[in-house]
């Protein structure tokens, strides 16, 4: 006889899997050149409404170190650092259904992708796609790529290990040394430049 626990668990369930999850907006500015993305943010990132909510996610760890900011920092000032080291971020996946955080629990045709040949197109710094894992990568290839501008086409598109501490396989090390490939379109985050009150 299954318990209650497990009882419960396939109602909620059920229920996650009806319900339409609605992605994070993307966090871009006009000079991206490294445009990161993911398949569709995980539970805790959705309810918090933060990218990479997860604390034992490796994305900030990773990014802070290639891009020369403290980690620790709260969220606003990570993101606006990221921006300023040129990095932008979004997902493939704009709307789904998905039992869980996981990619496999997804349900399959429920995917709407994000509009992003649009976004590409009004980036006229971007040299790089970086996609966060394996689904995120397999999204875009079925969804984006295809509609990609002709100005797009050429992109250099990476496939990087996943952050995710379901990826625990890959240890933080080996994560920072794959996702160096991306240090030759990086640049080390500027203070904002001071306005000057005088006429």
């Given at each position: 006889?299954?318990?209650?626990?497990?009882?419960?668990?396939?109602?909620?369930?059920?229920?996650?899997?009806?319900?339409?999850?609605?992605?994070?907006?993307?966090?871009?500015?006009?000079?991206?050149?490294?445009?990161?993305?993911?398949?569709?943010?995980?539970?805790?990132?959705?309810?918090?409404?933060?990218?990479?909510?997860?604390?034992?996610?490796?994305?900030?760890?990773?990014?802070?170190?290639?891009?020369?900011?403290?980690?620790?920092?709260?969220?606003?000032?990570?993101?606006?650092?990221?921006?300023?080291?040129?990095?932008?971020?979004?997902?493939?996946?704009?709307?789904?259904?998905?039992?869980?955080?996981?990619?496999?629990?997804?349900?399959?045709?429920?995917?709407?992708?994000?509009?992003?040949?649009?976004?590409m197109a009004g980036l006229p710094e971007l040299q790089v796609?970086?996609?966060?894992?394996?689904?995120?990568?397999?999204?875009?290839?079925?969804?984006?790529?295809?509609?990609?501008?002709?100005?797009?086409?050429?992109?250099?598109?990476?496939?990087?290990?996943?952050?995710?501490?379901?990826?625990?396989?890959?240890?933080?090390?080996?994560?920072?040394?794959?996702?160096?490939?991306?240090?030759?379109?990086?640049?080390?985050?500027?203070?904002?430049?001071?306005?000057?009150?005088?006429?």
């Open positions: 006889m299954r318990s209650q626990k497990n009882v419960v668990h396939d109602v909620v369930v059920r229920v996650m899997s009806d319900v339409i999850l609605q992605g994070l907006p993307a966090q871009v500015n006009p000079q991206c050149r490294v445009l990161v993305l993911g398949s569709m943010p995980g539970a805790i990132s959705l309810h918090e409404a933060r990218y990479y909510a997860h604390p034992r996610n490796r994305f900030w760890p990773v990014m802070a170190a290639l891009c020369g900011f403290d980690a620790t920092l709260d969220y606003t000032q990570r993101m606006q650092l990221l921006q300023r080291a040129g990095v932008g971020v979004w997902d493939v996946i704009g709307q789904c259904r998905r039992s869980g955080s996981l990619d496999a629990s997804i349900v399959r045709g429920s995917e709407v992708a994000n509009p992003l040949p649009a976004l796609i970086a996609c966060n894992g394996g689904a995120a990568h397999a999204a875009f290839q079925r969804w984006v790529q295809p509609a990609l501008p002709v100005v797009a086409v050429a992109l250099p598109v990476l496939a990087l290990p996943s952050t995710s501490p379901a990826n625990a396989a890959w240890s933080l090390p080996r994560l920072l040394e794959a996702w160096g490939q991306l240090r030759p379109w990086l640049g080390a985050p500027e203070p904002p430049t001071a306005r000057s009150c005088g006429g």
